[in-house]
C-alpha cells in the first residue's frame, strides 16, 4: 500500500518519479498552503489536519515553513522530515523535538529516493523464524529440553570445537534493496558455554548463497543488521555451540525491516531489551499529537506480528499517545517479567510525562484484551486519573486453566505463558499466576483512579474479571467511579462492539475532561 508524501517547499524535479511505487507524492510550496491541492483538498480542516494525511509523511524543505509552530504541532509525530541543511528558529526547536523530526539530506536527489524509500516505508514488517519448525542436528549427542515455546535448552558435557546443532526450516524471503536486522533470544547459563550463530543470504533464483556471517557469545545481545542486494534473498539461521558443560537457553529470533537507526519497526519506535530474560523485547512508540494533557497510554493486545499496533487509532484522538507492544513467546506475556521489565514500563511512562510537562495523574492508561491486564497492573504504581479498558483479564492461571475445557486450543500460548511465569502447569501454579496480579492490585490504593470497563457476559478466557473487580472497587475504593458495559459472548466475540465502545469512552474522557471536540467519520485504520 502507498503512503502518502507531503512536500512542503518548492517542487523538486524528477523527485515523484523515482518514489512512484511506494508514495503518492503532492508538492505543496508555501504560499499556496492554504489552497487545496489538486488530489485530495485542503491539508488542514478547520485548524485541524485533514484526517486523509494523519498518516502521511511531511518533507519540510522550505524554511518559511518552520516559522509556523502552529502548524508543526499539528503534524503527526515520527513523521516530519526536514532539510538538514535548514536553520531552526528558537521557538520551533522544541515542538519538533517531541515530533521526533527526522533530518535528512535532499541535496542529490538520488540519495534522497534511496532514502525515502529503503527507511520510511509504510507499515511495519516483523517475522519470527517460527520456534515449532526447529530442526535438530542427529549429530548432537547432548540433551534438549524445551519449556513449551519460552525457548530451548541446550546441554552437554564437553564440545571442544564449535558444533553445528540446530537450524530454523523454512528460510524467510526478502525483497531486494531493503535493510533489515536480526534480534535474538539466547542465554549463556556459565561462562564456558560459547554460542554462534550464522546468518546466511541465499539467492532466490540460483539457490546459491551470497552473503554468510558469524556472530558469537555477546554479539548476540546486539541488533544483527543485514543488506540484502537487488535480486533478493532467503534467510538462514544455524546454530553452534561448544564448550566446557554447555548449557544454552535460546528463544525467539526475529526479523526485523530496518529504518537504518531511526526506530524499530516504525521511525521513532524504541525498544528496551531486557538482559535480566534472555534479551526479550518491550517495543514503544510515542507521539506528541497536540501536546495538551492527558497521556493517553495504550498496551497492545495479543499479535503475532511484531511491534505496535492502534498508532493510527490513538492518533485519531489528537492526545499525546505512548503505545506499547510485546510479542514475548508468541504474541505477548502479558506485560510482566523480571523486576527490570516492569520497573522500565513505570519508568518510559513517567519519563514521558515528565517530558510534556504534565502532573503524574494526567494519565489515560488502556488496553484491550492482553492490554487491558497492564493497564489494570500499572494502575497500582502510577496512579492515572483513567483506566479504559475492554474484555479485562486479571487472572492468568484462570486463563491458562480454561485452556482444557471452556477453552480448547483457543489460546495455547496462555500455557506457555504459565510455564514462563511459575515453572509449572499445576493448580499451585495456577493460583500463582492469579496472584502475581490481585497481590499488587490488593496492596495499593486506587482512590484517585477512575476505571471505564467494558466485558463480555460470557467471556472463557477470565470469566470472572469484572465482577471481581467491581466486586473489590466497590468494597476497598468507593471513591473511585466505576463506568461498566456488558456485551453478550465470549472473550473474542464482538470485537467490533467492544473496541467501538472503548474509542467512544475515551473521546468521551477527552471531551468532558480535557476539553477535545471530536467529529464522527475520523479515522481509526490501525498503522
Known sequence: MKNKLIHLGLPIPGLSEQLKENFDYIDIPFE?????????GLLFIKGKLNPLYLNALFLITQDAYLKETELLKKLPGNKTLIDNT??????????????????IEVGDIKVLAKDLNQTFYSGQWGFKFIFDNIQFEPYFKGRIEQLGHNYIRFIDQNIQAYQKVANWGGP????????WEIRTEFKRQNPTTDVRLDVSMINPYTNEIYYSQSFENDQL????????????????????????????????????KARDGRGTLLVGEKEMVDDQSMNEQLYYYFDPGDFKPPLVVYFSGFRLALGVEGANMMRSLEAPALIFGEQRILGGSFYVGSKKFEQEIVRIIQT????????ANQLVLSGLSMGTYAS???????NPEWVVVSKPLTKLGDIAANERINRPDAFPTSLDVLLKLTG????????QANNIFWDSFRSHDHSKTNFVIAYMKEDDYDRNAFDDLYRYLHQN???????HKGLTGRHNDDTNGIVEWFLMQIRNILTSKYGRNFKLGETTDDE
Open 424 to 431: 509449572g502447569i499445576s493448580n499451585e501454579n495456577i493460583e
Open 352 to 359: 514521558t510525562l515528565k517530558k510534556l510537562g504534565f502532573t
Open 172 to 179: 524467510l524471503g526478502v525483497a531486494g534493496n531493503t535493510l
Open 32 to 40: 499556496k498552503l492554504w489552497e487545496p491541492n489538486a488530489k485530495k
Open 86 to 103: 535548514l536553520t531552526l528558529p528558537l521557538a520551533s526547536q522544541n515542538i519538533l523535538e517531541l515530533k521526533n523530526a527526522q533530518f
Open 221 to 256: 545481545n546486539e541488533v544483527l543488521p543485514l543488506k540484502v542486494s537487488e535480486q533478493g534473498a532467503y534467510i538462514l539461521v544455524e546454530l553452534f555451540i561448544k564448550g566446557n558443560k554447555v548449557e544454552l537457553d535460546v528463544g525467539q529470533i526475529s526479523l526485523r
Open 477 to 483: 475504593s468507593p471513591k473511585s467511579r466505576i463506568i
Open 376 to 382: 489494570l497492573y500499572y494502575s497500582s504504581y502510577l
